[in-house]
């Protein structure tokens, strides 16, 4: 019995060496890069700035980093299934989905990124002062199912309304934040459920009230608002440089904590590069003022939010499990943030 445990456990320990193996093999050779989307707003501060600033490139050594930006969440999850990038910034909404309706679940929340962010704006011409006063007016909201227009529409069923679709009368308009402005300065809706820095451009350059700040309707005042995630296949085969890369992350949240005036000239001269025109630093500043940057997931309120956007039938008929939906790196505890 001893011999043939001896022999087994050689067996085991073979097996576990060739996998070892393996995995440091395919940790180094995975094309040597690492290939991250984000979108080009306040909220995604911690690629923006972990780029920049190169703590990112400092922390993964001689890897190639590519970057793509994206509009929207659902742009950057096809990409993650479509394997033409690894990680992604997207707000929970996006995540929850992904890990849903990819095959075997292959999306992880790797960490969280933002809380906070979003805000309902009013415009105005118009008399919202209370959720009483929605009835029958236009409200606007980033695309159906993304995470604005989730906390929107449960907004609306916490305080006895339905959007027109449903057979209420709140008229919900899900277009994209540059057409939310534009219908804003027109004045063909009375408000907007945005994220930053898009309410504060409409509270300062347009004269919109902000009625309320999301993270007011939340425990703690804290929801996750951006999180990292990443495709699996990535992160099993490339484990070491997920960790170094969570440990850039890491670095770059509590950078940006400390260095708000430098956060706002970093993400100008982003912008400037990208866009070719950059915000005002009051903007940059207040928008910034609204937003708490961590690596914190804030698990709670992402179970939270998938349970809101089921209540609303964005999860499908069969109900949903977000067992694993999340990673957990025992070397790193991504709470351990400045708050």
């Not at 890897?63 to 707000?91: C, H, M, W």
């Not at 980033?142 to 069923?157: A, C, E, F, H, K």
């Not at 277009?175 to 219908?183: C, E, F, G, K, V």
């Not at 960790?243 to 706002?264: A, D």
């Amino acid at each position: 019995m001893k011999t043939r445990s001896a022999i087994s456990a050689g067996i085991v320990g073979i097996v576990l060496l060739s996998v070892l193996v393996i995995a440091l093999s395919n940790d180094t050779t995975h094309e040597n890069k690492i290939r991250i989307g984000y979108f080009p707003n306040v909220g995604h501060a911690v690629p923006i700035v972990g780029m920049w600033n190169g703590f990112f490139q400092n922390s993964l050594g001689e890897l190639k980093i590519e970057t793509r930006v994206f509009d929207s969440g659902p742009q950057a999850i096809e990409a993650l299934f479509a394997n033409s990038i690894d990680v992604a910034y997207v707000g929970p909404g996006p995540a929850i989905n992904g890990f849903l309706n990819s095959e075997n679940h292959n999306i992880k929340i790797l960490a969280g990124a933002a809380s906070g962010g979003a805000s309902f704006i009013v415009h105005p011409n118009s008399e919202i002062n209370s959720a009483s006063d929605f009835a029958g007016k236009k409200i606007a909201a980033p695309q159906i199912g993304n995470t604005q227009d989730v906390s929107l529409r449960y907004y609306l069923s916490e305080n006895g309304l339905k959007p027109a679709e449903k057979g209420g009368s709140v008229i919900v308009y899900n277009i994209s934040n540059p057409d939310i402005y534009t219908l804003f300065v027109k004045g063909d809706i009375d408000g907007a459920w945005v994220p930053e820095p898009w309410a504060t451009i409409l509270e300062t350059e347009l004269g919109g009230k902000r009625l309320f700040h999301e993270e007011e309707l939340w425990p703690n005042n804290e929801f996750a608002s951006v999180l990292l995630i990443g495709n699996v296949d990535y992160i099993e085969k490339n484990p070491t440089v997920i960790s170094n890369f969570l440990n850039s992350h890491l670095e770059t949240t509590i950078w940006i904590t400390e260095h708000p005036v430098e956060t706002r000239i970093v993400f100008n001269d982003f912008l400037n590069s990208y866009l070719g025109q950059s915000l005002s630093d009051d903007v940059v500043d207040i928008a910034l003022s609204n937003i708490l940057i961590t690596a914190d997931p804030k698990p709670d309120s992402v179970l939270t939010f998938a349970e809101r956007a089921d209540a609303l039938g964005y999860l499908g008929r069969n109900g949903y499990d977000l067992s694993g939906i999340f990673y957990y790196d025992t070397n790193l505890n991504l709470g351990e943030v400045p708050r």
